[in-house]
Nanobody
């Protein structure tokens, strides 16, 4: 069992930065890949990025590549999403998720634990 709690969302102007954090409970955190997903109103959930179990591999959606960075601290059971150069189209609810396996993956069906989400709003 893994419980995930996101924090760090809020309102920011275009061009600004936010850092989302996800705190995980459970002893299996360090053996799981972690991912960030987002869902904007009226749109389907999409992958933002993912990191493998020890942080050696990351994969990003083309829409955020070069602007967002995922990192993890297995000693603290946390995963973070640093978002820079934010755009209004980044506005969404952002979710942290824990994968069933250890490899980085952007396939939502490969994640079996999800957080409640945190709202990110980017004003123009």
């Amino acid at each position: 069992q893994v419980q995930l709690i996101e924090s760090g969302g809020g309102l920011v102007q275009a061009g600004g930065s936010l850092r989302l954090s996800c705190a995980a409970s459970g002893r299996s955190f360090s053996s799981r890949a972690m991912g960030w997903f987002r869902q904007a109103p009226g749109k389907e959930r999409e992958a933002v990025g993912t990191i493998n179990y020890y942080g050696g591999t990351t994969i990003y959606a083309d829409s955020v590549k070069g602007r967002f960075t995922i990192s993890r601290d297995n000693a603290k059971n946390t995963v973070s999403l640093q978002m820079n150069s934010l755009k209004p189209e980044d506005t969404a609810v952002y979710y942290c998720a824990a994968a069933a396996g250890f490899q980085a993956t952007i396939v939502a069906n490969e994640y079996d634990y999800w957080g409640q989400g945190t709202q990110v709003t980017v004003s123009s």
